[in-house]
């Protein structure tokens, strides 16, 4: 008995280990890269995030949290991120009015559009 024990005891350690990686990256999220962030700084923070006076918005969207939602709740977010960039609502044309500077350029829509495809594939896998 001993000895079956501890032949099979490196296995359950494995798989504790691996349990235990997954859940601490689940956790810990994936962080936004660093160009991705750039522009949703430039176009999506002022209203997206913790403080920001437009509370629909944030309530909607609160990427300062972004690290703390479960998986299911990015893809659903990164699908309606793709969404409204693909349909040219977001930034709203009323904001763009006073803040032209804040509008997504092509190349900035196409980014942002491959990062949530690619994000979307990861989180699903």
Known sequence: MRVRLW????VILLILAASLVSWINVQKGEEIPEDIAEILSTSCY?????????????????????D??????KVSL??????????GVMPPEKFLKN?????????????????TGKETAKLME
């Not at 997206?48 to 944030?58: M, Q, S, Y």
């Not at 703390?68 to 709740?73: D, G, H, I, M, N």
């Not at 803040?99 to 990062?115: F, I, N, Q, T």
Request: hydrophobic share 35%; aromatic share 6%.
């Open 99 to 115: 803040y032209p500077e804040k509008a997504l350029s092509d190349e900035d829509k196409e980014k942002v559009l491959e990062w």
């Open 46 to 66: 002022g209203c997206h995030t913790t403080g920001a006076r437009a509370e629909d918005a944030v309530k909607k969207l609160d990427f300062k949290k972004w």
């Open 78 to 87: 990164l699908t309606e991120i793709s969404e409204v960039i693909d349909e």
């Open 68 to 73: 703390e939602l479960a998986p299911t709740k």
């Open 7 to 10: 032949s099979i005891l490196p």
